[in-house]
């Protein structure tokens, strides 16, 4: 495939990973984008678990800031982070990931491997269906500097642009990791286009050890009670 040719007029600051109280962040839509504007961040994309109300709502609030929709999905070989789709899709547990690829590609979203050295590698797979790009630094990676060197290497070797985010869960953490972007210009499209064709490199850092700690465990509670809520269902069913 040619790459695709941009003028690059613009270098944007972009954390490509946000959540909100829509799913287990602890920010309000309006306090992330406060945050996010004191951070001096071009463009945002809010990547709730399951649901893109996150994102519509901070669309209409946005003033000034670009609003990316995105939508984080737990498939069967890792987390991916869905962009560019505003419709939530991969809903209620780990989906197949090939399967997760396949209907990104179909509805011309990006695909982007979520913090990829938290977990065993499935290079084989990641090498056979290929995403967009890999979360090569990630604010919340507990061993931050070999993490990301980790990131690096998977990115490296599926031949894909590596990104940042700060997979911010509180207000205070966004930013802390970005995606800086040359594009032609400033739009959601635009953006996700020059990742695409590779004009993107990760930037930023981690995280207070505090907060990654505290993450962490959230992130625990909360898987906890999204499976109690299925099962509660499965039974009343």
Wanted: hydrophobic share 40%; with cysteine; net charge positive.
């Amino acid at each position: 495939m040619t790459p695709v040719r941009l003028r690059c007029d613009l270098r944007l600051r972009v954390d490509l990973h946000v959540h909100t109280r829509y799913s287990d962040g602890n920010g309000t839509v309006d306090e992330v984008l406060r945050a996010a504007r004191g951070r001096g961040l071009d463009a945002i994309a809010v990547t709730d678990h399951g649901t893109t109300g996150g994102y519509l709502k901070a669309r209409a609030r946005a003033r000034g800031l670009t609003i990316i929709p995105g939508l984080e999905v737990r498939t069967d070989a890792g987390h991916v982070l869905v962009l560019g789709i505003e419709e939530p899709v991969g809903t209620g547990g780990p989906v197949r990931y090939e399967d997760l690829i396949g209907e990104v590609r179909d509805r011309g979203g990006l695909a982007i491997l979520a913090h990829p050295a938290l977990g065993r590698p499935r290079m084989g797979r990641w090498a056979r269906c290929r995403p967009d790009a890999v979360e090569a630094l990630n604010a919340l990676y507990p061993l931050f500097g070999w993490q990301v060197g980790r990131g690096i290497s998977i990115a490296s070797a599926l031949g894909l642009p590596g990104v940042g985010g700060s997979d911010a869960h509180l207000p205070s953490s966004v930013g802390d990791a970005y995606t800086v972007v040359e594009a032609d210009g400033a739009g959601p499209w635009h953006v996700l286009e020059a990742i695409r064709a590779g004009h993107a490199r990760p930037g930023g850092g981690p995280s207070p050890i505090a907060v990654r700690l505290r993450v962490g465990l959230g992130y625990v509670g909360f898987l906890i009670r999204h499976k109690l809520s299925r099962l509660q269902t499965r039974r009343r069913v």
